[in-house]
């Protein structure tokens, strides 16, 4: 990964839950079912012993790709909080003309979770909310058009 992740200091401790669990319980039950699957004995048809190669290898991509993450990742709760525009780890509300305000958090991709309201910085919307403040207006390109909102505040998320 060459582009900064971002994560808040919750989804950061998330992630490394999961990783704790993937290396000290999932690690370990996988090796005890690769295991079992070899004393079957002729490992060219044994379906048992292929599916557990298959989520070991899984597994152990996703032990990768959570360690690199939690390793360059940026956690922006210790972001200076004077800020003259919108940034990552802020929530934002925002409103489309004659619809009711909608509120977002904006976060990494790694926590972006668009039905919880926590929409990445790299998503059109959250693209083009970076930087700007109370008052702007905002065009976002969406599959049925563009749409436009009016930015009615915006907060450090708690």
Do not use: C, W
Request: net charge negative.
């Amino acid at each position: 990964m060459t582009d900064v992740q971002y994560l808040t200091e919750e989804g950061a401790a998330e992630l490394r839950r999961e990783l704790e669990e993937l290396k000290t319980v999932k690690r370990p039950q996988l090796a005890a079912k690769l295991k079992e699957a070899i004393a079957q004995g002729d490992l060219s048809e044994n379906a048992d012993y292929h599916d557990a190669k298959e989520q070991q290898a899984f597994l152990e991509g996703r032990i990768r790709q959570l360690e690199e993450l939690l390793r360059s990742a940026l956690i922006i709760d210790h972001l200076d909080e004077e800020t003259s525009g919108i940034t990552v780890g802020m929530e934002v509300t925002i409103q489309e003309e004659g619809e009711k305000p909608e509120k977002y958090v904006i976060v990494g991709a790694a926590e972006a979770s668009p039905r919880d309201g926590r929409i990445s910085n790299e998503s059109p919307l959250g693209r083009a909310l970076l930087g700007k403040k109370v008052g702007d207006k905002i065009q976002v390109d969406a599959p049925a058009g563009p749409i436009a909102f009016k930015i009615k505040a915006f907060k450090r998320a708690k």
